[in-house]
């Protein structure tokens, strides 16, 4: 079986597991359209600027009719492999009326309390997520202008999130599978994928 790190591992390849989530919204929030592992359903953009030592996989956009992607990608040997079951994030730039702080926090603090699933199974084996929030709770990031969020002006803000999160130690070589799902505002929303790893 996969072993997995939790929350109370204090240096993962010299951050923890909050600063590694923040790191993923980075990630995934600057890549542009075109190539945004989001909305690839295959896994061709699954390598775009993958950070050392550490693998970002993402599930899907919250839809109402449980439609997942099925993806492919290979990751190199001696790599973690970190995804969000289900997550929440905020911006200014997304949520221009939330002015402070603590409205961003309290925004996602709302998102959180309305999750009723948050499934993971790896190589037919369930994994419970665990419960992270950002770290530092409010965090800078940079949104690409071209981004598939529906976000109209992407530049530089602040942002808060939290979320049930799983993060694999490096998986041993060759054939793995990973499948997540989660639901939100009480069932109506939902987000996942499935994955066929491939460990070189």
């Keep these: 079986m996969v072993e997995a790190y939790n929350k109370s591992n204090p240096n ?57 992607p099925a993806r492919k990608s290979q990751i190199p040997s001696e790599t973690s492999i970190l995804f969000p079951v289900i997550n929440c994030e905020a911006s200014r730039l997304e949520y221009p009326e939330l002015i402070s702080d603590q409205d961003l926090i309290d925004h996602v603090r709302n998102d959180m309390s309305t999750i009723v699933k948050k499934d993971c199974f790896i190589n037919g084996d369930r994994v419970v997520p665990e419960r992270v929030k950002s770290e530092p709770e409010i965090f800078p990031i940079t949104i690409n202008e071209d981004n598939p969020f529906g976000i109209s002006h992407g530049g530089t803000t602040f ?16 054939h793995h599978l990973i499948s997540f799902q989660g639901s939100c505002e009480l069932g109506r929303l939902n987000s996942g994928a499935s994955y066929e790893i491939e460990i070189y």
Excluded: C
């Excluded at 951050?15 to 600057?30: A, G, H, K, Q, V």
């Excluded at 950070?51 to 956009?61: A, N």
């Design 12 to 68: 993962i390849f010299g951050r923890s597991y909050s600063e590694w989530t923040s790191e993923w919204w980075r990630w995934l929030l600057s890549a542009p359209t075109s190539m945004n592992p989001l909305v690839d359903n295959s896994g061709l953009h699954a390598s775009i600027d993958q950070p050392s030592y550490v693998w970002f996989l993402v599930g899907s956009f919250p839809n109402s009719d449980r439609n997942y």
């Design 159 to 174: 942002a808060t999130s939290d979320g049930y999160w799983v993060f694999l130690k490096p998986p041993r070589m060759g």
